[in-house]
């Protein structure tokens, strides 16, 4: 099928007709995900539809005393050379229980391309870490606070007592975790803000994490790093 026209049409008709199904599963959170590889595999045809290429390109890139990966995903019209450009980051961690420096930044650029791919195409990534069948609002005004529905008319999801709150720090204590990033990965600015369906999707992982986390009690092999590039939760 000959598509035509402009660099950004062709774009348009490959947002609007991409399929990526989420085909990889995280034990620890259970959800699934689309991996970097699945996105790829699912551009090919519609690529070759509207006769352009896709290339990904990294960049290391020193912030501070920290190391980035700085992915451009580039969407090029094989008939004119335009080409439109999308930029995604994804820091290097400091180091990961049995893993060395490449699976690192090999996991980061998975990371970061995937990201990039994201924001070029369109692709609404209500999973990864950044979301986690949290029970958000499903109007989805994402950063927003919700609201208590303690008494009066009901405006929003039901907020966390102080015994749930004790209890998420008792597990944040058990398994060496930390109370901000269970924060961030349900996009609250404290543990106050956290809603009943989120706190029992984190027990839920809670429940799958052993003792203080070490390299002794953790294993990582190179088989598994796609499937669990995610695969320590609130670290």
Do not use: W
Not at 124 to 133: E, F, G, S
């Amino acid at each position: 099928m000959d598509i035509g026209g402009s660099i950004t049409q062709k774009l348009l008709y490959v947002q609007q007709n991409l399929k990526a199904p989420k085909g990889q599963y995280n034990k620890f959170g259970d959800y699934h995900y689309r991996s970097c590889e699945d996105i790829q595999e699912a551009l090919k045809p519609l690529l070759a539809e509207v006769k352009a290429i896709l290339l990904l390109t990294d960049e290391i890139q020193q912030i501070g005393d920290r190391f980035y990966i700085k992915t451009a995903a580039v969407f090029q019209d094989t008939e004119s050379d335009q080409k439109i450009v999308n930029i995604a980051y994804a820091r290097e961690c400091e180091s990961r229980p049995k893993m060395d420096a490449a699976q690192i930044t090999g996991s980061c650029s998975s990371y970061a391309r995937k990201y990039a791919l994201n924001g070029l195409f369109c692709i609404d990534d209500a999973k990864d870490p950044d979301t986690l069948n949290n029970g958000a609002d499903p109007s989805g005004s994402r950063g927003s606070s919700p609201q208590n529905t303690t008494g009066g008319s009901r405006t929003g999801p039901t907020l966390v007592q102080q015994q749930h709150i004790n209890t998420i720090r008792k597990e944040i204590q058990r398994t060496g975790a930390k109370e901000a990033a269970v924060c961030y990965q349900y996009k609250i600015r404290n543990l106050q803000e956290m809603t009943i369906q989120q706190f029992q999707a984190a027990m839920k992982i809670f429940r799958q994490m052993p003792d203080k986390m070490t390299e002794e009690n953790y294993q990582m092999t190179l088989e598994g790093i796609d499937q669990y590039e995610n695969e320590m939760p609130f670290r």
